[in-house]
Structure formats: structure tokens, C-alpha cells
């Protein structure tokens, strides 16, 4: 069965991105915010502020949206349209870094699932 592995990312809006992403990374040492990402011991998780103005959470008023990490997103989606589960793709949304896709909560919150390239955050060791 497929199953999240992780969090893939919590993203969220920001009156100013670089300044807040700066706090992050001094104050709570984030790194690699340059990058967005920054891996775990469980895997990468990206960490992103969008501008106060993004349409990428889908309604205005959405202030977060959280990212969960899949190991095989083809199977989860199957079974979340089988589940009757509203299963939305775009082309533009799968990438060097993986491939994604998007649901909603019974109350109407966006999640994204993620299924990284598996090259896509190897450490440079490994990409070998």
C-alpha cells in the first residue's frame, strides 16, 4: 500500500520572503534556504515562504499549506480516487525535483503530495 513518508514541504505566505526565510535560517538554522530545501535525516523538506500575493494555495485566505512526502504517488492517487478523493494534476507541476500532485481536507485545506525525483536532493556522493 502506498504510504506518506514524511513531510515534503510546509509552505506559506510572507509579507517579505527573503527577510522571513533569513530569520529562519539565523535564528533556527535552517540552512539552504537559498535553495528552498533542507534535508532531514528523514528525507528532503522543502521550506518556502511565498509572497503575500501567491495564488499557489488556491483561496486567498489560505495561509499555509502542507506537503507530505509519498513513496509511489501513482498508487496513492488510485486510492484516493477510489476513496471518491478529488485528485488534481498539472503538467507544470511535476519537474526535475519530482512529481506532484493535489487534494483537499473535508474542510477545504490544500494538500500536496510529493514524490521526489530520486536524484533530486542525493547527496553529491551518492549521485555517482
Not at 35 to 50: E, H, L, M, R, Y
Amino acid at each position: 500500500m502506498a504510504r506518506v513518508t514524511g513531510i515534503g514541504g510546509l509552505f506559506f505566505r510572507a509579507g517579505d520572503p527573503q527577510m522571513l526565510a533569513a530569520w529562519y535560517e539565523r535564528h533556527l538554522g535552517i540552512d539552504d534556504l537559498a535553495k528552498a530545501v533542507w534535508s532531514q535525516d528523514a528525507g528532503p523538506t522543502i521550506f518556502g515562504p511565498f509572497a503575500a500575493t501567491t495564488d499557489y494555495f488556491g483561496r486567498p485566505g489560505q495561509q499555509w499549506m502542507v506537503n507530505f512526502r509519498v513513496d509511489d504517488l501513482d498508487a496513492m492517487m488510485v486510492s484516493l480516487r477510489a476513496a471518491g478523493i478529488a485528485v488534481e494534476t498539472r503538467p507544470e507541476w511535476d519537474s526535475e525535483v519530482g512529481h506532484f500532485c493535489r487534494i483537499h481536507d473535508p474542510e477545504g485545506n490544500p494538500i500536496e503530495l510529493w514524490q521526489p525525483a530520486p536524484q533530486a536532493f542525493a547527496a553529491p556522493e551518492d549521485q555517482a
